[in-house]
């Protein structure tokens, strides 16, 4: 039994061609086939699709979308099973290195060379890359041991292999904190998990489980000031931030660590889009879409973490079914409904995507506040509209639904959405 | 500068503590992003009362979290001729918090040969907690 | 004891001096061995510089400088077409924000014009704004000079030590020199030198140890001079910054540096730095807060949009400088040992003329030179997959599917260009990434690293574990304690 079927014969046109499987991709799939695009081609760079899913061992999958929690390969291994029911090409190990204005789809792989497919509809589901150490610019040496946490999950998970034996974190985004229980569970020591903002990036539930379970401590307001080492890491300095988030060097404190794990933040892998020439959002870093996922070039779609970074992979396949669905929709000739209302963000919203909808229509509209709201929140949603909310913090996304009722009423085409401490409203 | 969220463990029990005292446990709730700060009032394993909740699950999860906490535990273990080393498992079924360790190292070590397939048991009973241990990835065997 | 094999020449140091220098000794019927104490050539202030071939109109011609600077310049274009390392002429612009800066321009054109530089002609504000929109509004006048290019200096370091080996000379790395015997009673005896591997006799010694120059000098008893490191930082901001400038932007110079510049780097990224600061410590690579802030300051009065936010990398490296703030080059008191020290800038710039310069040294101290009638210029030039047209790269992933595999994205470097690598000689991960690029892009390879790892270790036929970043101590990764005796087998991938 194979696990993957793989295409080595590609045909010269697809109906939609999806570049990635991983949750987004391989949902979009599923979607414009039942939606009725005949032939599909889902493009991955991997040996075997499910991409980040793959490495992610850990429960905390499937709770939206199969009902059951349970861990990322098994989420990737279920979607792969409705992906093959639904005769669906798939081409690992491929890269998609362009895609035309005209939607001339240029791939490579070593089963089939460069080549060029035809699509009625491409629908952008690459994902995130991690930050690194160059973006939050760390100054000191340059030795080995310093790792994006991604990179670190990949060689424990898959591989086998350690990347030290104390290990500090800098930054409490969820990756980060997930691998301080793999690397303390497996018998890296760590010393600490270090967060700049005064408050954890990651998910309560990671906090808990994954540094309070294990006795690691979290620095909160705390940052990665220098690295020591000429060949490998040995020394890193520590130090708290003031309120313009600058090190305090005379109260820092140095660790003698071999591994530094980067865990600060995902950005949507999205260079694909930017090549299009599509309208990118400066604060996502991905492309703007409408309700339908499509981007600002009429049969691009994209959808999950190359839109934006997403807290669950549940949302980013719920995400791509609307891609999908739209994209086949598109190619088939069904009728599209006008994307007439602008969804803009307000007070306290760094961004909301979908950048538009249509105001005919049901849609989700997920958004993330800029900063934490710890006890009850209102959302206002335009000049009419409340929504409560038990509190709203950057680390978890917020996701409301709006309907035709509300959106018919939006004045002037737009609706703002703010989210404000429930009590400053109150008069 | 360690942050006041990571003060959740018990209090030391002091031997000095006459038995069926109340104590308070402070723990923190995972349901939603409000992160409430629990405190559970309790006679060694019985509750008394849980304070700091803003809902029912909260309430629910104070009490469970005191008197049984069980958490998900998943690792991997070596797996030969596959294409990679490493085999993701995991326990079926949430395990006691305490017995995380020792389901990891009870899996230290193993080899299984490829192929494998998603729920393929690789350790029945792990460390007598009546959950087995299941592979979560199909891994075929290469070459 | 005294082994009956005495080389001709042995070059301490593998750096862009060492590896030019054997390159040209290659030429002739020559046993020449070159030393380098790193895992691999270039590792030292070679590979971390601002990559940068200078116009020739910047330094003294009183000076050594000043006097290789232009020939070197002239030098490297004739190495990039036997070679087909990184090199572009992409000139540059040497501009005056103040009236005051006027006559630093009209002297350094001068001196340019005195070395016999071409092409250089003076801008005002207006042909400035045409050929570079975005540089400030404050400079005022320029001269252009279109002989400077930009070079990827480690690459160029790698290939012209593989052209080196393959004409014969034997390039040993990881191997110090730790000792040099002291002069014997007969004058005509070899130079007897020892590395931790092997003790090794020679006629000559040339001294090309960078910045520990003034240790190897003292080592032969001929300490003269000493080497101190100046350290410039370097910031590279991302790829989707290119066109930003399309030319070295050069302020006018100060008394210890040319400034901070913003140069579009061969590869298409904007480089700005360096800085200039002395350190005790020659091995102090660390960038520093203060190095960035100065960085971006000067910077910005060049080009007010360039913002902090854009790094992508950041580096460090040392120059060596000499107590003569010149280059020190040529014999020395003790028969056979020849310096080839201070090489501070324009110290890349003029290495094929100082290479030139020590074959010529060596001569009048009795070297005899008879021309090989083999001697091969060429190498191979690696293929750049992520710039050939469509055809060329359906033609080439036809031949061999390691060129329709992708390992770096950000650079599109294909398996094929790394595999390459590796059976030219990558021993380590940067090592790899200064011959491919793979890892240089925006991403800082979070997801090529591990595929490089494989292929390094597959084709060198090592473990993983083994592997190190840049050699020495920089180990990467570790076994799990679990790790069962003999490792469990794994499949091709597919």
Same mark, same amino acid.
């Given at each position: 039994m194979t696990v993957t079927p793989h295409t080595r014969y590609l045909a010269s046109r697809y109906d939609v061609v999806i570049v990635g499987a991983g949750p987004a991709g391989m949902a979009a799939a599923v979607a414009a086939r039942e939606r009725g695009a005949e032939r599909i081609l889902l493009v991955d760079r991997e040996a075997d699709p499910g991409g980040i899913l793959l490495q992610c061992i850990h429960a905390g999958f499937g709770l939206h979308v199969f009902d059951e929690e349970i861990t990322g390969p098994e989420y990737a291994g279920r979607?792969?099973?409705?992906?093959?029911?639904?005769?669906? +090409?798939?081409?690992?190990?491929?890269?998609?290195?362009?895609?035309?204005?005209?939607?001339?789809?240029?791939?490579?792989?070593? +089963?089939?060379?460069?080549?060029?497919? +035809?699509?009625?509809?491409?629908?952008?589901?690459?994902?995130?890359?991690?930050?690194?150490?160059?973006?939050?610019?760390?100054?000191?040496?340059?030795?080995?041991?310093?790792?994006?946490?991604?990179?670190?999950?990949?060689?424990?998970?898959?591989?086998?292999?350690?990347?030290?034996?104390?290990?500090? /974190?800098?930054?409490?985004?969820?990756?980060?904190? /997930?691998?301080?229980?793999?690397?303390?569970?497996?018998?890296?020591?760590?010393?600490?998990?270090?967060?700049?903002?005064?408050?954890?990036?990651?998910?309560?539930?990671?906090?808990?489980?994954?540094?309070?379970?294990?006795? /690691?401590?979290?620095?909160?307001?705390?940052?990665?000031?220098?690295?020591?080492?000429?060949?490998?890491?040995?020394?890193?300095?520590?130090?708290?931030?003031?309120?313009?988030?600058?090190?305090?060097l005379d109260a820092g404190w140095d660790l003698d660590v071999d591994t530094l794990l980067l865990s600060i933040g995902l950005i949507p892998d999205a260079e694909l889009a930017r090549t299009l020439g599509v309208q990118m959002d400066g604060v996502t870093g991905g492309p703007i879409v409408d309700g339908c996922m499509e981007t600002t070039r009429p049969?691009?779609?994209?959808?999950?973490?190359?839109?934006?970074?997403?807290?669950?992979?549940?949302?980013?396949?719920?995400?791509?079914?609307?891609?999908? +669905?739209?994209?086949?929709?598109?190619?088939?000739?069904?009728?599209?409904?006008?994307?007439?209302?602008?969804?803009?963000?307000?007070?306290?919203v760094a961004y909301v995507v979908p950048h538009t909808v249509a105001s005919d229509g049901t849609h989700t509209l997920s958004f993330r506040v800029r900063r934490p709201i710890t006890g009850p929140t209102l959302l206002r949603l335009g000049d009419v509209h409340r929504r409560k909310l038990r509190a709203a913090v950057p680390a978890e996304m917020v996701t409301v639904k709006v309907g035709p009722k509300l959106l018919e009423e939006v004045r002037d085409d737009v609706l703002r959405i703010d989210a404000v401490p429930a009590e400053e409203v109150a008069t | 500068m360690t942050t006041d969220l990571h003060d959740r463990a018990t209090p030391e029990p002091e031997d000095a503590t006459p038995q069926g005292d109340v104590e308070t446990h402070a723990y923190l709730c995972t349901g939603c992003p409000l992160g409430c700060r629990l405190e559970v009032d309790a006679i060694d394993d019985e509750v008394v009362e849980v304070r700091g909740f803003s809902c029912k699950k909260g309430e629910r999860y104070g009490r469970q979290e005191h008197t049984d906490p069980r958490r998900p535990v998943s690792t991997t273990v070596w797996i030969e001729g596959a294409a990679i080393r490493r085999a993701p498992v995991r326990a079926a079924d949430s395990v006691p918090r305490d017995q995380i360790r020792d389901v990891v190292e009870a899996l230290r070590g193993l080899i299984v040969p490829a192929p494998v397939r998603r729920g393929d048991v690789v350790l029945r009973d792990v460390c007598g907690t009546g959950v087995d241990v299941i592979v979560t990835r199909d891994l075929d065997r290469v070459r | 004891m005294t082994g009956p094999h005495v080389r001709d020449v042995v070059i301490v140091g593998g750096g862009v001096v060492g590896v030019t220098l054997a390159r040209q000794?290659?030429?002739?019927?020559?046993?020449?061995?070159?030393?380098?104490?790193?895992?691999? !050539?270039?590792?030292?202030?070679?590979?971390?510089?601002?990559?940068?071939?200078?116009?020739?109109?910047?330094?003294?011609?009183?000076?050594?400088?000043?006097?290789?600077?232009?020939?070197?310049?002239?030098g490297w274009l004739e190495l990039r077409d036997d070679l087909g390392f990184g090199f572009a002429q992409v000139g540059e612009l040497l501009v005056a924000l103040s009236e005051e800066e006027f006559p630093t321009l009209d002297a350094l054109e001068a001196q340019g014009e005195r070395k016999g530089v071409p092409g250089m002609t003076r801008w005002d504000q207006a042909t400035i704004r045409a050929h570079q929109p975005n540089l400030s509004r404050e400079v005022l006048a320029a001269v252009w000079a279109p002989t400077a290019g930009v070079i990827n200096p480690y690459e160029? !370091?790698?290939?012209?030590?593989?052209?080196?080996?393959?004409?014969?000379?034997?390039?040993?790395?990881?191997?110090?020199?730790?000792?040099?015997?002291?002069?014997?009673?007969?004058?005509?005896?070899?130079?007897?030198?020892?590395?931790?591997?092997?003790?090794?006799?020679?006629?000559?010694?040339?001294?090309?140890?960078?910045?520990?120059?003034?240790?190897?000098?003292?080592?032969?008893?001929?300490?003269?001079?000493?080497?101190?490191?100046?350290?410039?930082?370097?910031?590279?901001?991302?790829?989707?910054?290119?066109?930003?400038?399309?030319?070295?932007?050069?302020?006018?110079?100060?008394?210890?540096?040319?400034?901070?510049?913003?140069?579009?780097?061969?590869?298409?990224?904007?480089?700005?730095?360096?800085?200039?600061?002395?350190?005790?410590?020659?091995?102090?690579?660390?960038?520093?807060?203060?190095?960035?802030?100065? !960085?971006?300051?000067?910077?910005?009065?060049?080009?007010?949009?360039?913002?902090?936010?854009?790094?992508?990398?950041?580096?460090?490296?040392?120059?060596?400088?000499?107590?003569?703030?010149?280059?020190?080059?040529?014999?020395?008191a003790r028969r056979g040992f020849v310096n080839a020290a201070g090489i501070q800038s324009p110290g890349l710039t003029a290495a094929p003329a100082i290479a030139d310069h020590l074959v010529a040294a060596l001569a009048s101290e009795g070297l005899e030179l008879r021309e090989r009638d083999d001697f091969v210029p060429e190498v191979e030039h690696p293929v750049r997959f992520s710039v050939l047209p469509d055809e060329e790269q359906a033609e080439l992933a036809a031949r061999d599917p390691r060129f329709a595999r992708l390992v770096c994205r950000c650079e599109l470097v294909t398996e094929a260009e790394i595999t390459d690598a590796i059976d030219r000689g990558a021993r380590t991960?940067?090592?790899?990434k200064f011959r491919t690029r793979a890892g240089m892009g925006r991403c800082q390879g979070g997801f090529c690293t591990w595929h490089c790892l494989e292929l390094l270790a597959e084709r060198r036929g090592c473990a993983l574990t083994d592997l190190t970043k840049r050699g020495g101590d920089s180990w990467l990764i570790r076994d799990r304690d679990d790790a069962p005796p003999t490792p469990v087998e794994v499949g091709e991938r597919r």
């Open positions: 979607y792969l099973e409705q992906v093959l029911e639904h005769d669906v +090409d798939i081409l690992t190990d491929a890269y998609v290195m362009d895609v035309s204005p005209d939607l001339r789809v240029k791939l490579m792989s070593p +089963d089939i060379g460069v080549s060029t497919v +035809d699509a009625g509809a491409v629908v952008l589901a690459m994902g995130a890359r991690e930050r690194t150490r160059g973006a939050i610019r760390i100054p000191g040496d340059r030795p080995s041991g310093v790792y994006t946490a991604g990179l670190a999950q990949k060689m424990v998970n898959l591989d086998g292999y350690l990347p030290g034996r104390r290990a500090a /974190i800098l930054g409490s985004g969820d990756i980060g904190l /997930i691998m301080a229980r793999r690397l303390a569970l497996e018998g890296v020591e760590v010393v600490g998990v270090f967060e700049l903002l005064p408050y954890a990036s990651g998910l309560t539930r990671n906090i808990v489980q994954c540094l309070h379970d294990l006795d /690691i401590p979290l620095h909160l307001s705390t940052t990665v000031a220098a690295i020591h080492g000429r060949d490998r890491l040995e020394r890193i300095t520590v130090a708290p931030v003031d309120d313009e988030r600058q090190p305090q049969g691009v779609f994209a959808a999950g973490n190359v839109v934006h970074i997403n807290d669950l992979a549940d949302w980013v396949s719920q995400e791509a079914v609307v891609a999908g +669905d739209a994209a086949a929709a598109s190619v088939t000739g069904a009728q599209r409904p006008r994307q007439d209302v602008r969804i803009v963000p307000g007070d306290n | - | 000794l290659a030429r002739y019927h020559l046993d020449v061995l070159l030393l380098e104490r790193d895992a691999e !050539v270039g590792f030292g202030v070679s590979k971390a510089n601002s990559g940068i071939i200078h116009s020739g109109m910047h330094a003294d011609p009183d000076t050594l400088k000043g006097q290789l600077e232009w020939p070197g310049n002239v160029a !370091v790698l290939l012209i030590a593989e052209s080196a080996a393959h004409n014969g000379v034997e390039v040993a790395t990881d191997e110090p020199l730790t000792a040099i015997d002291p002069p014997a009673d007969d004058p005509g005896a070899p130079l007897v030198l020892h590395t931790p591997q092997r003790r090794i006799a020679t006629r000559f010694v040339v001294n090309a140890a960078g910045l520990f120059a003034d240790e190897v000098a003292r080592m032969a008893g001929v300490g003269t001079f000493t080497i101190t490191g100046r350290k410039g930082e370097e910031y590279l901001l991302d790829r989707r910054l290119a066109g930003l400038v399309t030319s070295i932007i050069f302020p006018c110079p100060t008394a210890t540096s040319k400034g901070t510049l913003i140069t579009p780097t061969f590869d298409g990224t904007i480089m700005v730095g360096p800085t200039a600061e002395a350190t005790d410590d020659k091995l102090d690579t660390a960038t520093t807060p203060d190095g960035a802030a100065q !960085v971006f300051a000067a910077a910005r009065r060049l080009v007010p949009t360039i913002d902090e936010r854009d790094v992508i990398a950041e580096f460090a490296g040392v120059r060596a400088v000499a107590d003569t703030e010149d280059f020190v080059l040529g014999p020395t991960l940067d090592g790899l």
